[in-house]
């Protein structure tokens, strides 16, 4: 393999000059043009979220495209967009922290945050779409007076714990992470008002060996569990729907599937986030076309995962022999919702087929257009499972389709330019990429010239 | 003097260096001494003698006690209002699997994270550390190696010499 090419840091990059080129992007006065230009619009979308949540709170959830027999619409398959998101931020801090794959180390910080906010607004859909979110609490087991227990068989009570228990997980791993790195800043800061701000989130982090010593301890059993995390909470997710008897949900291969859709969608966003940090704050010899490269090789991965269950489905539809399951495939091809379906295809197995080409992965446009690809792909998949399964299963006197309401387009346009402002403010005010994790990495690096050398 | 004194801090030009002098002074019997590193040093915790492995056995604790804790609470509550939904056996026991699992999970990371913190001494706003200025080089590229006044083998002048041999670039007292 070409060395020079596949280079994941400057030849002659310091720990030093690293650390000072990163923290500049935080501490330094300015933040480029592009960024406040890139704040002002994703904030006037955002508002379009802030629109759609209040009208939808005050009018009700009818507000949204739903009916019986489709009564999940667009929150529920928001829901499981984002949380797919994501879950490629777990896998990289984490999953290739303990295989010591050096490359994670410039795009992880980026990658949890992205994890944290997309928790965030997979979070907020359900609640909305409970209709009543003031009673939202009656899914946590407290003692009332009417003696009564959330119901432990159902699977929106295992949600809620996932997603919950995800939430709390991401939040400790980006603030663990974050640590040293506070430190880092708080040593940087000349103001006295930024030095307290990060003086008091570092909690008094010395670099101490000691500190280091737990802090790796405490690392590495988050990274354990991480693991089983990776794949637990989209799987449980695809259980509201498996454990169902809807022909169209009631398959056994739905957590698997849904794992490899969530990873694959998630990549392709911390690729789009690679991107433009490159392009904001000039990163492009820390987060490389190597880095890139690799990027997109996870994803054809995950995409060859997902297009082997689409086939995997439609054989278990066939070979059930049931007519039921077998209609809902005869519907997805030709019915009212064809079109989500044949998009599907053409993003997921047509037009993903690109990244076996590395110098399509390699192109900064080439895997920008893959990855956006991927997104409205996997979106498009979350459409399908949800609307076509429900509007046409057994009797046809509960048959109906259901057509999406301008609300549902603006809370999720508006769902997207929340996730953009957080993202924003978050590399202005932490480091857009782990110095610690860096300097460990060069640090290695030096390790291994010296010892071939 | 030496009461006023939280300690020696000198500084390394290379991490093999703090690594070498960190072996070299704890073999002389020096046991509060602590090694200061922009990212985590391999075999420093062994140089230094830590050995502890509080951490991974707290999370452990906490995952099994706060997993069992979400069981048994999904069992009582199935015995105290049961539920009988289509015939279903009132204690349906895979069905809990999933909330037990995830605060399982819930436990093992409220244990490592809390337990790491509190082991540190965190929140700790103010250290004689950072009253030295060249310090805030530990964070970007600086190796350091404290020798604290409260060990009992102190003696600043002796111990400067041990530094300077093992290669130390410089070093400065720090006020307690």
């Known amino acids: 393999m070409n060395r020079r090419r596949d280079e994941l840091a400057p030849p002659g990059l310091s720990a030093g000059a690293l650390t000072d080129r990163v923290s500049a992007t935080v501490l330094g006065t300015r933040p480029p043009r592009a960024w406040w230009l890139a704040l002002g619009l994703a904030t006037l979308l955002s508002l379009l979220f802030l629109v759609g949540v209040v009208y939808v709170l005050s009018a009700g959830v009818g507000a949204f495209g739903l009916n019986i027999p489709v009564a999940w619409g667009f929150p529920i398959i928001n829901t499981i967009w984002w949380i797919g998101i994501a879950h490629a931020g777990t896998l990289i801090s984490a999953v290739l922290w303990l295989t010591r794959q050096d490359w994670r180390a410039s795009i992880s910080r980026s990658a949890e945050a992205m994890a944290m906010f997309a928790i965030v607004l997979a979070g907020s859909y359900p609640l909305l779409h409970l209709g009543r979110p003031q009673f939202a609490y009656f899914l946590l087991p407290y003692p009332n007076l009417m003696d009564l227990w959330p119901q432990w068989r159902s699977p929106l009570v295992w949600d809620f714990f996932a997603i919950a228990s995800y939430l709390l997980f991401t939040a400790s791993f980006l603030f663990l992470s974050l640590l040293p790195d506070l430190a880092s800043l708080r040593d940087r800061a000349r103001h006295r008002a930024v030095q307290l701000f990060y003086g008091v989130l570092a909690l008094g982090w010395r670099n101490s060996a000691r500190h280091w010593h737990r802090y790796q301890q405490a690392h590495r059993v988050l990274a354990v569990i991480a693991v089983p995390i990776v794949v637990s909470v989209t799987g449980t997710i695809s259980l509201d729907l498996a454990v169902s008897i809807v022909p169209g949900f009631h398959f056994t291969i739905f957590p698997p599937y849904f794992v490899a859709g969530a990873l694959y969608s998630g990549f392709a966003t911390v690729a789009i986030i690679a991107i433009v940090l490159r392009a904001l704050f000039g990163f492009r010899d820390l987060i490389t076309r190597a880095h890139l490269n690799r990027l997109g090789i996870m994803m054809l991965c995950f995409v060859l995962v997902v297009d082997y269950a689409y086939l995997q489905e439609v054989f278990t539809a066939f070979y059930t022999g049931e007519d039921f399951y077998r209609s809902v495939y005869y519907d997805r091809w030709s019915g009212p919702y064809a079109p989500f379906y044949w998009g599907m295809i053409l993003c997921n197995v047509v037009l993903a087929q690109g990244l076996w080409f590395r110098r399509l992965r390699e192109s900064v446009p080439g895997l920008l257009c893959l990855a956006v690809i991927a997104e409205i792909g996997m979106w498009l998949e979350r459409f399908q499972i949800v609307i076509t399964s429900t509007h046409k299963d057994y009797m046809p006197s509960a048959w109906d389709t259901v057509t999406p309401s301008a609300w549902d387009w603006l809370t999720y346009a508006g769902s997207i330019g929340v996730f953009v402002v957080l993202l924003l403010l978050f590399i202005k005010l932490m480091p857009a990429i782990s110095m610690h994790d860096m300097r460990e990495m060069l640090h290695r690096r030096k390790q291994r010239e010296a010892d071939h050398g | ?176």
């Open chain 2, 1 to 176: 003097m030496d009461e006023r004194l939280h300690g020696l801090l000198a500084r390394f030009p290379d991490a093999d260096r703090l690594l070498a002098a960190s072996r070299d002074l704890r073999r002389r019997g020096l046991t509060r001494l602590d090694a200061y590193s922009p990212h985590p040093v391999e075999g420093l915790d062994q140089a230094l003698g830590l050995s502890e492995r509080r951490v991974p056995v707290i999370a452990l604790v906490c995952a099994v006690v706060v997993g069992a804790g979400a069981l048994a609470l999904q069992v009582y509550a199935s015995l105290d209002y049961p539920f009988n939904v289509g015939g279903r056996p009132v204690l349906s026991w895979p069905a809990y699997t999933i909330v037990t699992f995830a605060m399982t999970m819930v436990g093992a990371t409220l244990g490592a994270m809390l337990s790491m913190l509190w082991l540190n001494g965190f929140p700790r706003p103010y250290h004689p550390l950072f009253n030295v200025a060249e310090f805030d080089a530990a964070s970007r590229d600086g190796y350091f190696l404290c020798l604290e006044a409260s060990d009992p083998l102190f003696d600043a002048e002796r111990l400067r010499e041990h530094l300077l041999q093992n290669g130390a670039v410089s070093i400065q007292e720090v006020p307690a």
